[in-house]
Structures are given as structure tokens and as C-alpha cells.
């Protein structure tokens, strides 16, 4: 994170990378007043997605400083993150293996949990190259959840096994309210 903090702060402060120090002071070493500092702020705000209060820009003293608020708020950001993506109801879906050379397929129906795609790619890997895995979801999943589905199996490809994700009109989520 530091090497970004350090590129944005010399383009945006016009100083050689080299001059920035842990002890570095923003305003009397690199002459930045509190616009120089505002625009910095925006600056990595932009290029790091967090957020940096006018306020805690103020206080700010030295590069170490600048650098730990940067890195505070990069964690409070994956952090929430995180817990947004904790939150989140995993796609229900329907899925069938189908391996190359067995008149049979199995399978798999409900929540697609970390453990569910952990067991659907274990029987799809076992069944072995030219295995299909068809997976299925309700038609009203939306486009970054199809995105993501179709990454998380993406991989399977170069295994010589064939992902199909689609959407089924058949197929409708559960009532998770209860």
C-alpha cells in the first residue's frame, strides 16, 4: 500500500519519491497547504475506494501519519466489505454433473455455500475430463452474480470440463424470511 501512497503523494505534491520519509512533515517539508492537501485526499480516495474526512487530512502531520490513515481506511473499507459480502444470501441454484463416459449424472440442488461448490467441483474433478457441469439459477439472479458464478468455475475449463451457467425460468429462490 505504501508504494501507491508514495507515487500518488510525490505526483500530487511534485517531490522526488526518494524525499518521502516516515518523518517527512507535508507542510513544512513539501510545502502543502491545506488544498494541496484536500486534492490529495481526493486523490487517493479516488485511486484506493476509502474515504478520508477533511478533518483527519488536518491533522495530518507527517508521510508515516498520512500513510496509517490510508491504511486504516483500506481496512475499515475490506472490512466492511467483507461483511457485506457475509450478509449476502448465496444463489440458490440447481446443478448436474454429467461425467463422459456414464449413461448417469448427479445432482445437486439448494444453496450454493463455499461447502456446496467445494463438493460440486470434488465429484466434477473425480468424473474427469469431458465432464459437463450444467448449473441453473432463478431467473432473477442478476448479472454480477452470473459474472461471479461464471468466475468461480471458470477454472474448470482448462481441465477440459465443460461449465454451462444459465439462467432457468423453472427455477425460483426459496423464501429465506422466517
Known amino acids: 500500500m505504501e508504494p501507491r501512497v508514495r507515487r500518488l503523494v510525490a505526483a500530487r505534491l511534485a517531490v522526488d519519491p526518494e524525499d518521502l520519509t516516515a518523518d517527512t512533515s507535508l507542510t513544512e517539508d513539501l510545502a502543502a497547504d491545506s488544498l494541496d492537501l484536500l486534492e490529495l485526499a481526493?486523490?487517493?480516495?479516488?485511486?484506493?475506494?476509502?474515504?478520508?474526512?477533511?478533518?483527519?487530512?488536518?491533522?495530518?502531520?507527517?508521510y508515516s501519519e498520512l500513510v496509517a490513515v490510508v491504511q486504516a481506511g483500506v481496512r475499515e473499507r475490506r472490512a466492511k466489505e467483507a461483511w457485506m459480502e457475509s450478509q449476502r444470501t448465496p444463489p440458490f441454484i440447481w446443478a448436474r454433473i454429467r461425467p463422459?463416459?456414464?449413461?448417469?449424472?448427479?445432482?445437486?440442488?439448494?444453496?450454493?455455500?463455499?461447502?456446496?461448490?467445494?463438493?460440486?467441483?470434488?465429484?466434477?474433478?473425480?468424473?474427469?475430463?469431458?465432464?459437463?457441469?450444467?448449473?441453473?439459477?432463478?431467473?432473477?439472479?442478476?448479472?454480477?452474480?452470473?459474472?461471479?458464478?461464471?468466475?468461480?468455475?471458470?477454472?474448470?475449463?482448462?481441465?477440459?470440463?465443460?461449465?454451462?451457467?444459465?439462467?432457468?425460468?423453472?427455477?425460483?429462490?426459496?423464501?429465506?424470511?422466517g
Open 42 to 62: 481526493s486523490d487517493l480516495e479516488d485511486a484506493l475506494g476509502l474515504s478520508i474526512s477533511e478533518s483527519a487530512m488536518g491533522r495530518l502531520r507527517t
Open 100 to 177: 463422459p463416459a456414464q449413461s448417469g449424472s448427479l445432482e445437486h440442488t439448494g444453496w450454493l455455500t463455499p461447502y456446496t461448490a467445494e463438493t460440486m467441483i470434488d465429484s466434477v474433478l473425480r468424473a474427469g475430463p469431458g465432464t459437463r457441469l450444467d448449473v441453473g439459477v432463478p431467473r432473477d439472479v442478476g448479472d454480477p452474480m452470473m459474472a461471479r458464478l461464471r468466475a468461480q468455475f471458470s477454472w474448470l475449463r482448462r481441465r477440459r470440463i465443460a461449465v454451462h451457467i444459465r439462467r432457468d425460468r423453472h427455477l425460483s429462490q426459496p423464501d429465506v424470511a
